[in-house]
């Protein structure tokens, strides 16, 4: 892969700054009366989480011209 792939594909920031997140919102909380209330309270901790997620990647638009052109048909381009 070229640098930009390997740069977004190896990079772990993102995962664990959500697995951060996501551990502050379940240890505040004893116990969880289901694993449904868990899941719950996990979906609505990456809604929140979702809405911070605005700043584009670097060099977005190369990486995704490169990933296109190496998975030729598996990534649909929306070019308009």
Do not use: C
Request: glycine fraction near 4%; avoid cysteine.
């Amino acid at each position: 892969y070229t640098k930009s792939i390997r740069k977004m594909i190896y990079t772990t920031n993102a995962v664990e700054g959500y697995h951060r997140q996501v551990r502050k919102v379940t240890k505040t909380k004893g116990a969880f009366t289901s694993d449904m209330a868990l899941l719950k309270l996990v979906y609505l901790a990456t809604r929140r989480i979702e809405k911070k997620w605005s700043s584009p990647l670097h060099n977005w638009g190369l990486t995704v011209q490169q990933l296109a052109i190496k998975f030729e048909g598996r990534l649909k381009l929306d070019i308009n």
